[in-house]
């Protein structure tokens, strides 16, 4: 069985491939900052770090990261108007 603690940097390491693999594709043209991939990338992994985050403490990298999903959030909500 995996401790918690592992849990979260798991989740955290997670987070940080998901941002990281969304950028370096919009970086490449492989996608569109009005995908739906990318921004559901970057949700995801902005909710991830917000996981990690709580864990350590961390709330400037907190609050950056629920108002990076947020936006992402709206992004995603405006594409499906």
């Known amino acids: 069985?995996?401790?918690p603690a592992l849990w979260v940097e798991i989740v955290g390491w997670i987070?940080?491939?998901l941002i990281l693999a969304a950028y370096a594709m919009l970086t490449a043209g492989r996608i569109t900052?009005?995908?739906t991939a990318y921004q559901g990338m970057n949700v995801l992994?902005?909710?991830a770090f917000v996981v990690n985050g709580l864990?350590?403490?961390a709330l400037p990298s907190v609050v950056l990261n629920v108002i990076w999903a947020a936006i992402g959030v709206v992004a995603l909500a405006r594409m499906r108007a």
């Open 15 to 17: 987070g940080a491939l």
């Open 55 to 57: 864990s350590h403490g």
């Open 1 to 3: 069985m995996i401790a």
């Open 45 to 47: 992994g902005a909710a």
């Open 33 to 35: 900052a009005r995908s």
